[in-house]
Each structure stands twice: as C-alpha cells, then as structure tokens.
Nanobody, 122 residues
Framework: QVQLVESGGGLAQTGGSLRLSCTVS????????MGWFRQAPGKERQFVAT????????EYADSVRGRFTISRDGAKNTVFLQMNSLKPEDTAVYFC???????????????WGQGTQVTVSS
C-alpha cells in the first residue's frame, strides 16, 4: 500500500522557520521523484519544490527560491521541506507528492499525502 504522510506544519511568525516532513512507502521513495505543492484558501494547488529520485536535482517556484530547501533522506524514506524567512503569503495546506519523472507539473504526480497546514502570522 502506497502511503505518503506529511508532518511538521503549524503556526509560525513572519520571518520564522518550519520544516515539513513526508514519510513515503519505500517502494515509491526509491523510484519516484518527490515534490511539494501548496494550496491557499480559494486558490488552486501550486508547485513549490521538487527533487529527483537520487536527490541530485532540485527545482523551486520563484516565490520560494532562496528561502525553501527540499531534501530527501534515503535511510528514513523521508522528504523534507525546510522553510525559512516565512511570509504570510506562504500560508497554505502543503502536500507532498510522488512522480515517476522529475517534474513541476501537478498532473505528473501519481500519489499524494493528506496535506499539512502551515499558517504564517504577520
């Protein structure tokens, strides 16, 4: 059974930091690229960051580049999103997803977690 389970969301102040985690079924983690997307209230889900299956390549949305860092730990089957210098506009539900290819397009992602809420206060 494929499982992606996010954790680490919560409340942060502007300028603060949070680290999101997504623990993934081993069979998926070893063969899929992983990505983070977010959905703010009343808006469509949008790409945040992605990392290829070997962890050698990453890509970021312009809105988070330089502030967020995606990484993966093979020993823990976990992908992380380190979020620094948080802004109120980062408030959203954050989802991790698994894609068979390294991609920023949502439709390429086959598996999704349930999401974790991130709220940044001004």
């Amino acid at each position: 059974q494929v499982q992606l389970v996010e954790s680490g969301g919560g409340l942060a102040q502007t300028g603060g930091s949070l680290r999101l985690s997504c623990t993934v079924s081993e069979q998926i983690f070893r063969t899929y690229a992983m990505g983070w997307f977010r959905q703010a209230p009343g808006k469509e889900r949008q790409f945040v960051a992605t990392i290829n299956k070997m962890g050698a390549f990453t890509e970021y949305a312009d809105s988070v580049r330089g502030r967020f860092t995606i990484s993966r730990d093979g020993a823990k089957n976990t992908v992380f999103l380190q979020m620094n210098s948080l802004k109120p506009e980062d408030t959203a539900v954050y989802f991790c997803g698994a894609s068979p290819v390294f991609a920023i397009q949502e439709f390429r992602y086959e598996y999704w977690g349930q999401g974790t809420q991130v709220t940044v206060s001004s």
